[in-house]
Every structure is written in C-alpha cells, then in structure tokens.
C-alpha cells in the first residue's frame, strides 16, 4: 500500500523562481495538508483541504504561497517569487475519516527546498 | 492558543538504559495526543494517539501515558535503533490541524 508521494525530493532554486510542490495523498483519504518544518519553528500548518477544497489557509506565510488541489490524488504548493527564507522541509500529509479510521496524519518524505 | 512543550532537548542514552520523554501541552479540550517519530531526512512516522486521560499505549520498547496536561513516551531497554526525534502534538476539539512541539532528540549509544 503507497504512502504519501511527493515530488521532487530536493528543490534547489534561485531567489525570485517560482518552485512547484507535488503531492499525492494516500487513495481515499479525504483530507490533504501542508506543513513546512525549520529548525527555528519545527512544523507549522500550512494549510488544509477536505474533499479537495481549502478549508484552512491561515498559516499560508505571504500571498507569494498558493496551494490546489484539482483532485483527490493530487495538490500543489506553489511559491512565486521564492525567497531564501523560504528554505525548508515541505512535508504532505493525509487522514482519513472513513469508518475505523483514527484520527492520525500520515506524511511524505517531504521536500528539501533550498532557495539561494 | 493551543501549546505543545517537549523536553528535554536532546537525550543521550547507553542501549538498555530506560527513560521517559516529556510532553506538556495546553490545549482548548483535547480531541487527541499523538506521537511521531522522525528519523534524518525522512517524514514523521505515526507511533500513538491518546485519547483521555488516562488511557495508555504501547509498541514494543515504547509506552505512552497521558494526564490531563501531560504525556510521556516511556522507552523500555532502549536500542540504537530506537535513536530518532519524537514529536508530540495536540489536535483540540473541532479542529482539524495538528500543533507540534519541537521534539526531542533521542540518541542510543551501543
């Protein structure tokens, strides 16, 4: 059974690119999250969906941050123009509210993001 | 606000020697604790939730308690393979989102 899939593993970019994020939750999970993680702030929520719709974005840092979610194998997190403090791990999670389900997040590998 | 204070730190153990990680949380009603495990370069890994005080879990050498505002993850004879960063978090009452504490990184000497 697939994890949480995210792509690519390492970003490396140049300050004023836009970066794009990729994830794919695990099949038939209905909520998808975005965290990012620094060793100054450990992890914070980005924001959430529930049935592919935003329902939490007040952790969203700048409106240079953006996130979709077309459907429900896959969401992007979008930074345009990235900045150095940008620099972080990008983790995807995903949990289910099906019957028997806990209410437990499961995460991706994540994304290092080196902007420079 | 909802609150997550993990301590110590960093913990330093020699393989067999048991201790308990600390996790201090304030939260508006508590709709679940949960556990992790994070190794270097790699996503948190689910370990436990608790739901009310009380209420206990265990996985292996790992055992984890809860008060009404604290939670420990006892680890029994600990093995370097144990060595990881632990993150507590909260979720409140109708909400979704997780707060994290920072963790504690735990070390098994051999």
Same mark, same amino acid.
């Not at chain 2, 009310?52 to 505002?69: H, I, P, Q, V, Y």
């Given at each position: ?60 840092? $700048?409106? /240079?941050? #953006? =996130?979709?979610?077309?459907? %429900? &194998?896959? !969401? *992007? ?5 990235? $900045?150095? /403090?940008? #620099? =972080?791990?990008?983790?995807? %999670? &995903?949990? !289910? *509210? ?5 209410? $437990? ?12 | ?110």
């Amino acid at each position: 059974d697939a994890g949480v899939i995210q792509s690519p593993r390492h970003e490396v970019t140049e300050m004023g690119q836009e970066v794009t994020l990729r994830c794919k939750p695990i099949s038939g999970h209905d909520y998808l999250f975005w965290y990012r993680q620094t060793m100054m702030r450990g992890l914070e929520l980005l924001i959430y969906f529930n049935n592919n719709v935003p329902i939490d974005d007040s952790g969203m840092p $700048e409106d /240079r941050f #953006s =996130a979709k979610m077309p459907n %429900a &194998s896959f !969401s *992007t997190l979008k930074i345009q123009p990235s $900045e150095p /403090r940008d #620099s =972080a791990v990008y983790f995807c %999670a &995903s949990r !289910s *509210t099906g019957q028997g389900a806990g209410n $437990e997040q499961f995460f991706g590998p994540g994304t290092r993001l080196t902007v420079l | 606000e909802d609150q997550v204070t993990q301590s110590p730190e960093a913990l330093r153990l020699q393989e067999g020697e048991s201790s308990s990680l600390n996790c201090s949380y304030t939260v508006s009603g508590l709709r679940g604790l949960f556990w992790y495990r994070q190794d270097p370069g790699k996503g948190p890994e689910f370990l436990f939730t608790l739901y009310s005080a009380g209420e206990e879990k265990e996985k292996e050498r790992l055992k984890a308690t809860l008060t009404k505002k604290e939670s420990f993850l006892h680890i029994t004879a600990p093995k370097p393979e144990d060595s990881a960063t632990y993150l507590c978090a909260v979720q409140a009452q109708g909400a979704q989102k997780l707060v994290f504490g920072q963790g504690t990184r735990l070390t098994i000497n051999p």
